[in-house]
């Protein structure tokens, strides 16, 4: 069964970066997934920042793509043939606070998420 932990989380100063993790187990083997990236701020709806689609039986990467919401701020990777994605985040601001998940939507599986705090 499908299971996503999310990690990388914590502190960080207004400006400064942060790189989170997306580690994927139990997934079928030669299968495409779409994984995706999404945040939870406070007062305001969740909001998609990205994904990609992941073959796991190689390095393959298919479509990567973004949403608005962190546009030109986040950069979405695959950790070589791992089952992991990585979400680089620049120049994070107080606004930015909030938990950041990952998700399969094709199978509904959401990862507990990980919170990021953006404060001097």
């Known amino acids: 069964q499908e299971q996503l932990v999310e990690s990388g989380g914590g502190l960080v100063q207004p400006g400064g970066s942060l790189k989170l993790s997306c580690a994927a187990s139990?997934?079928?083997?030669?299968?495409?997934?779409?994984l995706d990236w999404f945040r939870q701020t406070p007062g305001k709806a969740q909001e998609f920042i990205g994904g990609?689609?992941?073959?796991?039986?190689?390095?393959?990467?298919?479509?990567?793509y973004y949403g608005e919401s962190m546009e030109g701020r986040a950069f979405i990777s695959r950790d070589g043939a791992s089952n992991s994605v990585d979400l680089q985040l620049y120049g994070l601001q107080p606004e930015d606070s909030g938990v950041y998940s990952c998700?399969?939507?094709?199978?509904?599986?959401w990862g507990p998420g990980t919170s990021v705090t953006v404060s001097a």
């Open positions: 139990g997934m079928r083997l030669f299968t495409w997934y779409r």
């Open positions: 990609l689609y992941i073959h796991t039986n190689t390095t393959e990467i298919r479509s990567k």
């Open positions: 998700n399969l939507p094709g199978i509904s599986v």
